[in-house]
């Protein structure tokens, strides 16, 4: 009969000498397993074969498999190149790439969104995609946009998502309201109306958490792009005291007094947002297309519709609509740059860019390939057509430090909400900052 | 707890294997050096890898602390002092600061006082010990998952339309929906909440561990001599644990102080930073304004605090031995 | 007479010991709950007002996509290799490093034990570039190796302090004897101390464990594809950059709660009487 002791001992022993071996065969391993996936170095060629690494975020917001089957046609178009997809969540994605910049270990390919190119390329981790593409004779004609910095395209678009106003038409009609509002004044109204139904519903989703501001651009600086106006002056510098500027972020400020936006502006992530417009507590937000997949999905009983964001009263030239990219660009420090435009081009080819838009629930970057609408929501169509009636504007897009300027903006607005400052002082606030980052 | 091994003397006898000498007239070594060389080797392993892997990194970063433009730039020069001074002038450190006190401290001192509480309900002999141990398990819980799904969690506990929001309110404890993490008088408290839940569990096993080492002789004496409950507890059961407790405190306020993704991903230091914390700051200067010198300036100002308390901590730990 | 009534209090002394252990539960039990509910939901009742335990929707959807798919399954595998190897390598390193601390006096003592403690206070975001710059000089970015080593260095302070406690409490007789019939140190520790440090062991082991299996900034950081991730990571990837796979992640983060919850429920009574001994004399 051993004491409890001596049995204590020996479940030790035995719980000792069983994790002893698992890390020896973990170090063991740790060798081999390690160089198989992908090694400190960014890719590996053997013989005429290249590795190239594309690192994205965008694997996990498609349908499952599909990203890795384009992916796959790629390999088999081009025997002598093997693709290793590194996904990364998207919350974290930018902090990793700042470091892999920082050791020299970006992927050859690299997701990139428009508010770090500016930074990104400042730094010299990636390269400049116009040399490239002239030695490729690459017709960049058909590319619909491309962020440059100094005359040089350091990402080009792969998919647009525009930020449309999207509207509960159920509880519009419950409020009264008859029509899409096109007008602030009118969207005004109809916000007013709906928090009037009482029961948590509220007219507008603002989500102003300070972690990730891109609120600022989909948002607030919106409003102002959508009546024509314009955040910078013609030479790119900052110009937030403007009257147009000042007229949306009065804007914002009417409704925020007028009690018409949901509780917990604050800290709301993005997310947050389209879940309360999917639960039908929210009638109007401005989102990105791409969740109106999820939002059927989550709740097929929902009547909205998508619309261009209202713009100032009286306004009637072209509106801009905010958007978002997936972009792409190329490791500086890669060795096969050649193969990694190959992998750009071939993403940005007619044919895969219009199946990835589709897939994707976005707008094609080149310009011929047209998306798939005949066997998506009707709504696309609409986004579509709102989308050729204006103009792509969100000025952010390759500014430098664009997080910290959001930020900013951010932060000051959130005083003047909270009523600790006049709107003035907030925009001379924001001036002074912004002029000492660029 | 009580060691009773067998006769010592028998080991040796029974193992000749035990008796080959490191020192000595066969030995490798001259016998003074060998002498002194087993705390070093047995200490070597450790000594190593945290040269390695953590001085290494610490000279690093506080190399970039007094240089400028590195590691986004290619070309960083030596700056001095100057990116303390501007760290500790900005009123986003400061602010950042005070917040970091107060999330720690509270934190801490409502850690402790839970903890307490808690090992002194599971150490009560009135109920059996399946009972205890049922109601430990689900005492630990908090532990057992990882800080992004706990932060993540409570956003949507305490979302305004959430389950607290709801409970608060049928029990008629608040007249409507508080916005507990958007709100700037409630975030920091409702941040220290969740740090609370999460961190608790460690301290309630600790304390629960003291107080099952109290000799029961102790409180036997003083019931005799007819000391009530709350007498036994203050008089006895507090001075017992408090080695443990100044340990636990001391290390909870250095944990504690680091802790960035719980505040992170439940209100990225907002709103109107009244969440910001010394973690958060570093943060946004390395990953958003690119600004490495003055992060690593400010990490190096949180090491050198965090320091004081360890050496306090040493200090107190040596005086007890 | 007063025998009932001191019956009486007793049992209204218990009555209220069980609320209070009740309400306590409730604190500390609901969000888990919760979490184990939303695991069940769809994921567009996640928000649904009001909020409900069981929903309509209600299925294991979420664990069995969890549980099919090869590279979530990987998550696991590589979290239970990180966190074995870590708990086997720290303990071994923090005997070491203990029993040079409890039974020998020498010069640097002092300043190391400053070190090791001291070097938990270093906020760890602050260290993600340099380290992330030292693993991939070293050669070991995106292997077990770069992890592990990384863990240890955060586990191994706390480790060696509890296990030095630990010791303190083994009376110094026992090795003394065998070292005056001519042990050497190292078969002293292996051979005496170490077989009746069980519950010092359990203890170090499961709070190690934890520690490393719940990791989640270097395990980030210093893995790149996702043959290599672990679970913490493998949660966060649910993230995406516009909507939460609720229910996946609450599926996922159960599910990765379990190995350490099982440890637990066997190695409890150890655990508590191994922090116990360290706990008096620490």
């Not at chain 3, 929903?55 to 074995?84: C, E, H, M, W």
Request: hydrophobic share 50%; aromatic share 10%.
């Amino acid at each position: 009969m051993m004491s409890k002791d001596a049995r204590t001992m020996r479940g030790a022993r035995r719980l000792l000498s069983a994790t002893a071996t698992v890390a020896a065969v973990a170090l063991a391993a740790a060798g081999c397993t390690g160089t198989s996936g992908g090694s400190s170095s960014a890719s590996g060629s053997a013989g005429g074969q290249v590795t190239l690494q594309l690192g994205q975020w965008w694997e996990a917001e498609l349908p499952a498999g599909s990203f890795a089957g384009l992916i796959s046609q790629f390999e088999a178009q081009n025997p002598n190149i093997k693709v290793t997809l590194l996904t990364s969540p998207f919350a974290t994605f930018s902090q990793q790439m700042v470091t892999n910049a920082a050791a020299g270990t970006l992927p050859d390919v690299v997701g990139l969104s428009g508010a770090w190119v500016s930074d990104f390329a400042k730094q010299g981790a990636i390269a400049d995609l116009s040399s490239l593409m002239a030695a490729d004779k690459y017709d960049t004609s058909q590319l619909a946009s491309q962020v440059q910095i100094s005359g040089k395209t350091y990402m080009i678009p792969v998919v647009n998502f525009v930020y449309p106003l999207f509207v509960n038409k159920d509880l519009l009609t419950k409020a009264g309201v008859s029509t899409v509002p096109t007008t602030r004044t009118e969207f005004t109204a109809a916000a007013t109306a709906i928090s009037k139904l009482g029961g948590n519903v509220e007219g507008w989703g603002l989500p102003l958490d300070t972690a990730v501001p891109n609120a600022i651009a989909n948002d607030v600086m919106s409003w102002v792009w959508a009546s024509g106006g314009s955040m910078l002056t013609s030479s790119g510098e900052p110009d937030v005291t403007n009257a147009q500027v000042k007229s949306g972020v009065e804007f914002v400020k009417s409704l925020y007094d007028a009690k018409v936006i949901s509780p917990g502006t604050l800290t709301m992530k993005e997310q947050d947002k389209v879940e309360q417009f999917t639960t039908g507590q929210v009638g109007m937000v401005i989102d990105t297309l791409a969740h109106v997949t999820l939002v059927r999905k989550n709740n097929p009983n929902l009547n909205f519709t998508v619309a261009p964001i209202p713009a100032q009263d009286g306004y009637t030239g072209k509106r801009g609509i905010p958007y978002a990219s997936w972009g792409v660009g190329i490791s500086n420090k890669s060795p096969h740059k050649a193969e990694a435009l190959k992998l750009v081009e071939y993403l940005m080819s007619a044919n895969v860019n219009a199946q990835l838009s589709t897939l994707a629930k976005g707008f094609p970057g080149n310009k011929t390939a047209v998306p798939d609408f005949s066997k998506s929501d009707p709504l696309f169509k609409t986004a579509f057509d709102i989308y050729q009636s204006g103009y792509p504007a969100n000025e952010f897009v390759g500014l430098p430090k664009a997080e910290q300027l959001e930020r900013t903006f951010e932060e000051q607005l959130q005083q003047t909400l909270t009523g600790s400052q006049s709107v003035d002082q907030m925009l001379t606030n924001t001036q002074t900052a912004w002029k000492a980052i660029f | 707890m009580k060691v009773t091994p067998n006769d010592p003397g028998s080991a040796a006898q029974l193992n000749p294997t035990l008796t080959r000498p490191i020192s000595g007239s066969r030995g490798i070594l001259p016998p003074r050096i060998a002498r002194k060389l087993p705390p070093y080797a047995f200490i070597a392993p450790t000594v190593i890898l945290i040269v390695v892997l953590m001085i290494v990194p610490i000279l690093m970063v506080i190399t970039y602390s007094v240089m400028d433009n590195v590691v986004v730039q290619p070309s960083s020069q030596f700056a001095g002092l100057h990116n303390y001074v501007q760290v500790l002038t900005d009123p986003d450190f400061q602010a950042a600061l005070r917040n970091t006190l107060v999330f720690i401290v509270a934190s801490t001192a409502i850690h402790l006082v839970i903890g307490l509480t808690f090992a002194i309900l599971l150490n009560t002999p009135m109920l059996g010990a399946a009972t205890k141990a049922f109601f430990r398990v689900i005492y630990i819980l908090p532990w057992l998952f990882t800080v992004a799904v706990i932060a993540v969690l409570w956003r949507l506990l305490l979302s305004p339309y959430g389950v607290a929001n709801y409970l608060l309110t049928s029990l008629g404890l608040v007249r409507s929906g508080v916005d507990w993490l958007a709100s700037p008088t409630t975030a920091l408290g409702a941040v220290v909440v969740i740090n609370i839940w999460a961190g608790y569990p460690f301290f309630m096993i600790s304390l629960l561990a003291g107080l099952q080492a109290v000799p029961s002789e102790l409180y036997e004496a003083a019931k005799v001599d007819g000391a009530s409950a709350l007498q036994r507890f203050w008089n006895i059961t507090l001075p017992q644990l408090r080695p443990i407790i100044v340990s636990m405190a001391v290390l909870d306020l250095i944990w504690t102080s680091q802790q960035f993704a719980l505040i992170w991903m439940t209100t990225g230091g907002g709103p109107l930073n009244v969440t910001e914390v010394l973690s958060t700051f570093t943060y946004k200067q390395a990953f958003s304004n690119y600004e490495f010198s003055t992060a690593s300036a400010s990490a190096v100002i949180v090491l050198f605090l965090s320091m004081i308390l360890g050496y306090f901590y040493v200090r107190q730990q040596r005086a007890q031995d | 007479m007063p025998n009932m009534r001191k019956q009486q209090k007793r049992l209204l002394a218990k009555g209220g010991l069980l609320l209070a252990l009740t309400a306590g539960a409730a604190f500390a039990g609901l969000p888990a709950l919760w979490m184990l509910s939303t695991s069940f939901k769809a994921n567009g009742e996640v928000f649904q007002l009001p909020p409900r335990l069981i929903t309509p929707g209600f299925s294991f959807d979420a664990y069995t996509q969890i549980l099919t798919d090869p590279t979530k399954l990987r998550y696991f595998l590589n979290s239970y290799i990180v966190a074995l190897s870590v708990t086997a390598l720290t303990l071994g390193a923090a005997i070491l490093a203990a029993y040079a601390f409890s039974r020998y006096e020498f010069r640097l003592k002092s300043t190391v034990n400053i070190v090791i403690v001291g070097v938990q206070a270093v906020p760890p975001i602050a260290l993600v570039i340099p380290y992330f710059g030292l693993m991939v000089g070293l050669g070991v970015y995106n292997t077990y190796a770069g992890l592990i080593l990384t863990h240890m260095v955060f586990t191994l302070p706390y480790a060696i302090i509890m296990m030095t406690a630990y010791f303190n409490t083994l009376p110094r007789e026992l090795d003394e004897a065998a070292k005056v019939d001519g042990a050497n140190p190292w078969t002293a520790l292996w051979r005496i101390i170490v077989p009746i440090s069980g519950p010092g062991i359990v203890a170090v082991g499961l709070y190690t464990f934890m520690i490393s299996w719940n990791e989640y900034l270097f395990a980030l950081t210093l893995m790149q594809t996702n043959e290599m991730r672990t679970v913490p990571i493998g949660i966060l990837l649910m993230m995406g950059e516009h909507a939460y796979q609720w229910n996946q992640m609450m599926a996922m983060s159960i599910l990765g709660s379990i190995p350490v919850l099982v440890l637990f429920l066997i190695f409890q009574r150890h655990f508590i009487s191994g922090l116990a001994s360290g706990a008096v004399k620490s």
